[in-house]
């Protein structure tokens, strides 16, 4: 194969986003959406000019011509529609949350490497050139080693009990939505497996959490401080202290600018453009299945199942849990 044809399952927002930036990957073409809402996926087609729309997961997921599939649904749907696509035997681009918790990842993992198929988390940011150059900085030894990372990510969302984000049926709540984000900048940084981990959460009338506070601690004595809310508008800035120097991004979740401050006074300035932010991963994605790859070694399954693990120990900590986990 020289090309990965793309199907979507869902056609909502975040599909959007995908199906303008495939188009920048040389090596990748979005041919297919589905959607059970029949008029949104033959919207959705016409939109972006799509060979096929189905308003049936399973037809589109019976097109022998589909390699690849992104799920863009809510992640209360990403367990069922994954194991779906496996089921067909097609590579898997999910967003995040991976899903809403890590015993469904590690039977998504499991089941998808058994078949042989491609499966990676959809967390984008982790893919961009800002992320990466950091990421770079750090391995070179230009702030010495990381002693603590501080990271937030808020924004306020009405309320609305009917809402996704408010609807625990839904998975609602802000851990698995805004909460991802700075966990998993911390994890990039410092590692997946803290010694301890603390979250005091506040919990809303629907029973979602609407806002946390959460520490990492690690062995070596490194920290992070990680903050989310759906109640106010945080900067949803980041920073990384060293011993030898401090990094501050620009946002947590999609850094376009970075600076590096050296102990010596000198500065380091990256800035990046990225209006197409979704290529990278889809960049990642689509060249790893091509070379026959199961997942990616920027967002491993150990990476996936580990944060997830994190998320199942803070909502213990707050006795929280999603009602499909009742059973």
Same mark, same amino acid.
């Given at each position: 194969?020289?090309?990965?044809?793309?199907?979507?399952?869902?056609?909502?927002?975040?599909?959007?986003?995908?199906?303008?930036?495939?188009?920048?990957? /040389? $090596? &990748?073409? %979005?041919?297919?959406?589905?959607? @059970?809402?029949?008029?949104?996926? *033959?919207? +959705?087609?016409?939109?972006?000019?799509?060979?096929?729309?189905?308003?049936?997961?399973?037809?589109?997921?019976?097109?022998?011509?589909?390699?690849?599939?992104?799920?863009?649904?809510?992640?209360?749907?990403?367990? /069922? $529609? &994954?194991? %779906?696509?496996?089921?067909?035997? @097609?590579?898997?681009?999910?967003? *995040?949350? +991976?899903?809403?918790?890590?015993?469904?990842?590690?039977?998504?993992?499991?089941?998808?490497?058994?078949?042989?198929?491609?499966?990676?988390?959809?967390?984008?940011?982790?893919?961009?050139?800002?992320?990466?150059?950091?990421?770079?900085?750090?391995?070179?030894?230009?702030?010495?080693?990381?002693?603590?990372?501080?990271?937030?990510?808020?924004?306020?969302?009405?309320?609305?009990?009917?809402?996704?984000?408010?609807?625990?049926?839904?998975?609602?709540?802000?851990?698995?939505?805004?909460?991802?984000?700075?966990?998993?900048?911390?994890?990039?940084?410092?590692?997946?497996?803290?010694?301890?981990?603390?979250?005091?959460?506040?919990?809303?009338?629907?029973?979602?959490?609407?806002?946390?506070?959460?520490?990492?601690?690690?062995?070596?004595?490194?920290?992070?401080?990680?903050?989310?809310?759906?109640?106010?508008?945080?900067?949803?800035?980041?920073?990384?202290?060293?011993?030898?120097?401090?990094?501050?991004?620009?946002?947590?979740?999609?850094?376009?600018?970075?600076?590096?401050?050296?102990?010596?006074?000198?500065?380091?300035?990256?800035?990046?453009?990225?209006?197409?932010?979704?290529?990278?991963?889809?960049?990642?994605?689509?060249?790893?299945?091509?070379?026959?790859?199961?997942?990616?070694?920027?967002?491993?399954?150990?990476?996936?199942?580990?944060?997830?693990?994190?998320?199942?120990?803070?909502?213990?900590?707050?006795?929280?849990?999603?009602?499909?986990?009742?059973?």
């Amino acid at each position: 194969m020289k090309q990965i044809n793309w199907g979507i399952i869902g056609c909502g927002n975040i599909a959007n986003r995908f199906a303008l930036d495939i188009k920048f990957v /040389e $090596n &990748a073409k %979005l041919i297919a959406c589905s959607s @059970k809402d029949e008029k949104k996926a *033959k919207d +959705f087609k016409e939109k972006y000019d799509l060979e096929f729309c189905y308003s049936n997961y399973e037809q589109m997921l019976k097109n022998p011509q589909i390699n690849s599939v992104y799920i863009a649904t809510t992640h209360n749907f990403h367990y /069922e $529609n &994954a194991l %779906l696509c496996i089921e067909y035997d @097609k590579h898997i681009l999910c967003e *995040k949350s +991976f899903t809403i918790n890590s015993k469904q990842a590690k039977e998504v993992f499991e089941k998808a490497k058994k078949k042989n198929l491609f499966v990676m988390e959809a967390m984008w940011t982790r893919f961009l050139p800002a992320t990466r150059w950091v990421k770079e900085q750090i391995k070179n030894g230009a702030i010495g080693q990381v002693i603590s990372v501080f990271a937030q990510f808020g924004f306020k969302f009405p309320f609305d009990e009917n809402s996704r984000l408010y609807d625990i049926n839904l998975a609602g709540g802000g851990l698995l939505d805004l909460g991802i984000y700075p966990l998993s900048f911390a994890c990039n940084i410092l590692g997946n497996r803290p010694q301890k981990i603390i979250g005091v959460a506040k919990m809303g009338k629907t029973g979602v959490d609407e806002q946390a506070s959460i520490s990492l601690i690690y062995k070596d004595g490194q920290t992070a401080t990680l903050t989310y809310s759906m109640l106010i508008n945080y900067e949803c800035s980041a920073e990384i202290y060293g011993t030898k120097g401090k990094i501050l991004l620009n946002h947590t979740c999609y850094p376009t600018k970075a600076t590096l401050f050296k102990e010596n006074g000198e500065t380091d300035d990256f800035d990046g453009s990225f209006s197409n932010n979704f290529e990278y991963e889809i960049r990642e994605a689509t060249n790893l299945i091509l070379q026959g790859k199961l997942e990616s070694p920027i967002i491993s399954s150990n990476d996936t199942i580990e944060i997830m693990e994190l998320c199942d120990n803070l909502r213990q900590q707050w006795d929280f849990k999603y009602p499909q986990e009742m059973n």
